[in-house]
């Protein structure tokens, strides 16, 4: 069992910037495919971005909507994964779920990732 946690979400102007964080628990970590993924107001959850790691660095996906204003980042020592998220849009509202694929592929999907956190609320006001 891994146990998934995001922190970091809040209201933000349209512009501005929140990083969030995602905790997931296990000794192997390094090994876990992380994922990012949101679910806006009334629509189905969405992927946003995912992080495998790979020795001296890692492969990195993002959605085509957050590419170049979102980074997501890993810290193995300490069992954590982040989103930073630049240049917001109200468009970008949503709670936001950090999952872990413990099998370590590379998605985009969903039901891919075995571990899920509760999510973290952002809302970019216009």
């Known amino acids: 069992q891994v146990h998934v946690v995001e922190s970091g979400g809040g209201l933000v102007q349209a512009g501005g910037s929140l990083r969030l964080s995602c905790t997931a628990s296990?000794?192997?970590?390094?090994?876990?495919?992380m994922g990012w993924f949101r679910q806006p107001p009334g629509k189905e959850r969405e992927f946003v971005a995912t992080?495998?790691?790979?020795?001296?660095?890692?492969?990195?996906n993002y959605a085509d909507s957050v590419e170049g204003r979102f980074t997501v980042s890993r810290d193995n020592a300490k069992n954590t994964v982040y989103l930073q998220m630049n240049s917001l849009k109200p468009e970008d509202t949503a709670v936001y779920l950090c999952?872990?694929?413990?099998?370590?592929?590379?998605?985009?999907?969903?039901?891919?990732?075995?571990?899920w956190g509760q999510g973290t609320q952002v809302t970019v006001s216009s």
């Open positions: 992080h495998r790691w790979s020795g001296g660095g890692g492969f990195i």
């Open positions: 999952a872990a694929d413990v099998n370590g592929r590379y998605s985009r999907w969903p039901a891919d990732y075995e571990y």
């Open positions: 296990g000794r192997t970590f390094s090994t876990y495919t």
